[in-house]
């Protein structure tokens, strides 16, 4: 979603504004802005699309000043144009904002009442005018804010100059990241650690009713009451060199390649040295008194979760179910008091899955957040946080935040089943000895990339595709849709298999890309009777499977792409890797943008 960033200095701000927002653009926009203040007046300059021109605006105009705040933004009201790119300014205050104010139209029309004259068509812009409005009244700064603050409605977060106290930037958090950063002479202030990586480690993340001002030698925190308040300065680990490419040609490709080494990290992490046991000794839960297990998510991380809750009802026995987070709280769903939410998370951030996890915390339920990010407010929230370890993500289109969830529920799984008493040691020895083998597989699917680069133009040429699969599988044919419409543009969507017949068979001919995931497992004989079913219509079969099933499939498959025999167990994650590869050729010959796909955004802080 949209991103924020600040600096108080001694020096000009403008080029490490700009620079700070790069570490920004993986969380997806559509326009950019900075703002500072030069001699006592606020100035700022815009520009539609990417950064880049934003700092040709810059060459063409230089924007001196040592205090000033920045943004990308990813459109909810108003189209993307110079116009609503922020920071929005009346002359007197400058606002950038992530989140949505709900409230507006109420706002705005009270405002345009009282004679405020709105140049924008965002929900940002009454942020500028009611604290103008309120000035205008008397009120001082302090005043003002609290004043406004009160107000208003939604999720936001807020950073804001005023011409009429040039030495520091007012922040405040209500749903949406922010985090202070603790320089040496110099103060920041970002959406999260990646922004505020290359200027220092040293960062103090806001709470919910948290107002801060920023001064250049500290921040003053309080809530909107005014009482201080202490929030605790922590290192972060985040490094420039885990941000950059390192070779790669996207970031999406970069963290393809990570898979391996994530993989492994995490699971010696939580596997014994004897790899015989999962340990999760932070997790106090009596997973034998649990009657049902609800699993909610959004996009990547449902299907996930999706995959989970195949894992749960066979090892744990136990019943699962797994939502949509959007839908979630709103269909009043039944949540015993002996039950657990689990929810994921990449960011930790996804505003529709933080509502679900109060949602259950309020129906009594004990909760589990698995995310990427241990600082995010998913993670201080939930009873108990499972933190998966994959490192910065900065692609847009999630891949190795995918697999790093796959293990981290895997494990779970196993610790649940155990606690249960559905799992024999024997049991857990096996499965903990089939988890160790998933960075290797990875590796083996990494050495053909040559053939899943042949095999994307296939589905580069074509305007639609089918993914179909069964079992564990089948939610990571709806990823490997997911993954070819988010970064191609090919329209793609996947199905259980044994549902082809009944409605998306109509769609199938000589155009269409049928790609089929089909290990030889259990279900590969009606697998590959649905194979006949496409080739029978003329439909483009790309296949995987093992060398075994591919020799019994035959000449019905047009492309046939050799996947290494894993355990059923572990194939979900493995069999991640060849979709991500196919979706990332597909998306390299058609010419999109990889790493920002258009429209999307990584962490999406609102409903």
Same mark, same amino acid.
């Given at each position: 979603m949209c991103g924020i960033v600040g600096i108080v200095s001694q020096e000009d701000a403008a080029d490490r504004l700009v620079a700070a927002l790069r570490g920004l653009e993986y969380r997806g926009y559509d326009s950019s802005g900075i703002a500072t203040i030069v001699d006592g007046q606020i100035d700022r300059r815009r520009a539609e699309g990417k950064l880049r021109n934003l700092e040709a605006r810059l060459r063409e105009s230089w924007l001196a000043g040592s205090i000033g705040i920045g943004h990308t933004r990813w459109a909810t009201h108003g189209i993307p144009n110079e116009i609503n790119a922020h920071p929005? @300014? %009346?002359?007197?205050? =400058?606002?950038?904002?992530?989140?949505? &104010?709900?409230?507006?139209?109420?706002?705005?029309?009270?405002?345009?009442?009282?004679?405020?004259?709105?140049? @924008?068509?965002?929900?940002?812009?009454?942020?500028?005018?009611?604290? @103008? %409005?309120?000035? %205008?009244?008397?009120?001082?700064?302090?005043e003002a804010i609290r004043t406004g603050l009160s107000r208003l409605s939604g999720a936001y977060a807020l950073a804001i100059l005023f011409k009429d106290a040039p030495d520091r930037i007012w922040v405040a958090k209500q749903g949406s990241p922010l985090a202070i950063g603790y320089g040496e002479g110099e103060m920041f202030i970002g959406s999260d650690a990646i922004a505020l990586a290359p200027m220092t480690d040293r960062i103090a993340f806001l709470e919910n009713g948290d107002l801060a001002e920023i001064r250049i030698d500290g921040a003053t925190i309080t809530d909107m009451a005014g009482t201080p308040i202490t929030r605790a300065i922590t290192p972060t680990h985040v490094t420039g060199a885990a941000?950059?490419?390192?070779?790669?040609?996207?970031? $999406?490709? #970069?963290? &393809?390649?990570?898979?391996? /080494?994530? =993989? +492994?990290?995490?699971?010696?992490?939580?596997?014994t040295a004897e790899g015989d046991r999962v340990e999760m000794p932070f997790i106090d839960i009596d997973f034998a008194t649990v009657s049902k297990v609800s699993i909610v998510a959004c996009g990547t991380s449902f299907y996930a979760g999706s995959v989970a809750r195949y894992w749960l009802e066979d090892l744990g026995k136990v019943t699962a179910d797994v939502e949509v987070a959007s839908e979630f709280r709103y269909r009043s769903p039944y949540l015993p008091p002996d039950g657990i939410t689990i929810v994921i998370s990449q960011s930790g951030e996804t505003a529709d899955t933080l509502a679900a996890l109060e949602h259950a915390k309020a129906a009594g339920q004990k909760t589990i957040a698995i995310v990427n990010v241990p600082s995010s407010t998913m993670a201080r929230a939930a009873h108990v946080s499972l933190r998966t370890y994959a490192g910065p993500e900065i692609g847009v289109a999630s891949t190795k935040a995918f697999t790093s969830q796959l293990i981290a529920l895997a494990c779970l799984v196993i610790?649940?089943?155990?606690?249960r008493g559905a799992l024999t040691p024997e049991r857990e020895r096996v499965l903990?000895?089939?988890?160790?083998?998933?960075?290797?597989? $990875?590796?083996?699917?990494?050495?053909?990339?040559? %053939?899943? *680069?042949?095999?994307?133009?296939?589905? @580069? /040429?074509?305007d639609n595709a089918l993914y179909l699969a069964r079992g564990t599988l089948f939610?990571?044919?709806?990823? +490997? =849709?997911?993954k070819l419409k988010e970064v191609s543009y090919v329209h793609a969507e996947g199905y259980a298999a044994g549902e082809m017949k009944h409605g998306p068979?109509?769609? &199938?001919? *000589?155009? $269409?890309?049928?790609?089929?995931?089909?290990p030889v497992d259990p279900w590969f004989d009606k697998t590959a009777a649905n194979i006949q079913e496409v =080739?029978?219509? #003329?439909?483009?079969?790309?296949?995987?499977? !093992?060398?075994?099933?591919?020799?019994?499939?035959? !000449?019905?498959?047009?492309?046939?792409?050799?996947?290494p025999v894993v355990d059923p167990f572990i194939a979900p994650i493995v069999f991640a890797l060849p979709l991500q590869l196919l979706a990332y050729h597909a998306a390299v010959q058609r010419g999109t943008d990889v790493d920002q796909p258009r429209n999307l955004a990584k962490s999406v802080t609102v409903e």
């Amino acid at each position: 979603m949209c991103g924020i960033v600040g600096i108080v200095s001694q020096e000009d701000a403008a080029d490490r504004l700009v620079a700070a927002l790069r570490g920004l653009e993986y969380r997806g926009y559509d326009s950019s802005g900075i703002a500072t203040i030069v001699d006592g007046q606020i100035d700022r300059r815009r520009a539609e699309g990417k950064l880049r021109n934003l700092e040709a605006r810059l060459r063409e105009s230089w924007l001196a000043g040592s205090i000033g705040i920045g943004h990308t933004r990813w459109a909810t009201h108003g189209i993307p144009n110079e116009i609503n790119a922020h920071p929005h @300014s %009346d002359g007197r205050v =400058a606002v950038v904002h992530n989140g949505i &104010i709900e409230n507006f139209r109420e706002l705005r029309t009270e405002l345009e009442g009282r004679g405020r004259t709105f140049g @924008s068509a965002t929900d940002t812009e009454v942020v500028v005018h009611l604290l @103008s %409005d309120l000035l %205008d009244q008397g009120l001082s700064i302090d005043e003002a804010i609290r004043t406004g603050l009160s107000r208003l409605s939604g999720a936001y977060a807020l950073a804001i100059l005023f011409k009429d106290a040039p030495d520091r930037i007012w922040v405040a958090k209500q749903g949406s990241p922010l985090a202070i950063g603790y320089g040496e002479g110099e103060m920041f202030i970002g959406s999260d650690a990646i922004a505020l990586a290359p200027m220092t480690d040293r960062i103090a993340f806001l709470e919910n009713g948290d107002l801060a001002e920023i001064r250049i030698d500290g921040a003053t925190i309080t809530d909107m009451a005014g009482t201080p308040i202490t929030r605790a300065i922590t290192p972060t680990h985040v490094t420039g060199a885990a941000i950059g490419k390192a070779g790669h040609r996207h970031f $999406m490709h #970069k963290e &393809i390649y990570e898979q391996p /080494s994530v =993989a +492994g990290d995490r699971l010696r992490s939580l596997i014994t040295a004897e790899g015989d046991r999962v340990e999760m000794p932070f997790i106090d839960i009596d997973f034998a008194t649990v009657s049902k297990v609800s699993i909610v998510a959004c996009g990547t991380s449902f299907y996930a979760g999706s995959v989970a809750r195949y894992w749960l009802e066979d090892l744990g026995k136990v019943t699962a179910d797994v939502e949509v987070a959007s839908e979630f709280r709103y269909r009043s769903p039944y949540l015993p008091p002996d039950g657990i939410t689990i929810v994921i998370s990449q960011s930790g951030e996804t505003a529709d899955t933080l509502a679900a996890l109060e949602h259950a915390k309020a129906a009594g339920q004990k909760t589990i957040a698995i995310v990427n990010v241990p600082s995010s407010t998913m993670a201080r929230a939930a009873h108990v946080s499972l933190r998966t370890y994959a490192g910065p993500e900065i692609g847009v289109a999630s891949t190795k935040a995918f697999t790093s969830q796959l293990i981290a529920l895997a494990c779970l799984v196993i610790v649940i089943a155990r606690g249960r008493g559905a799992l024999t040691p024997e049991r857990e020895r096996v499965l903990t000895q089939i988890l160790l083998r998933t960075p290797h597989h $990875m590796a083996d699917i990494l050495q053909a990339e040559p %053939d899943f *680069e042949r095999a994307a133009r296939v589905l @580069s /040429s074509a305007d639609n595709a089918l993914y179909l699969a069964r079992g564990t599988l089948f939610p990571v044919a709806l990823e +490997g =849709a997911l993954k070819l419409k988010e970064v191609s543009y090919v329209h793609a969507e996947g199905y259980a298999a044994g549902e082809m017949k009944h409605g998306p068979i109509a769609l &199938i001919d *000589e155009n $269409m890309p049928v790609l089929v995931i089909a290990p030889v497992d259990p279900w590969f004989d009606k697998t590959a009777a649905n194979i006949q079913e496409v =080739a029978a219509r #003329k439909g483009r079969v790309i296949a995987l499977s !093992d060398a075994a099933g591919l020799e019994r499939l035959g !000449d019905s498959v047009e492309v046939g792409l050799t996947l290494p025999v894993v355990d059923p167990f572990i194939a979900p994650i493995v069999f991640a890797l060849p979709l991500q590869l196919l979706a990332y050729h597909a998306a390299v010959q058609r010419g999109t943008d990889v790493d920002q796909p258009r429209n999307l955004a990584k962490s999406v802080t609102v409903e």
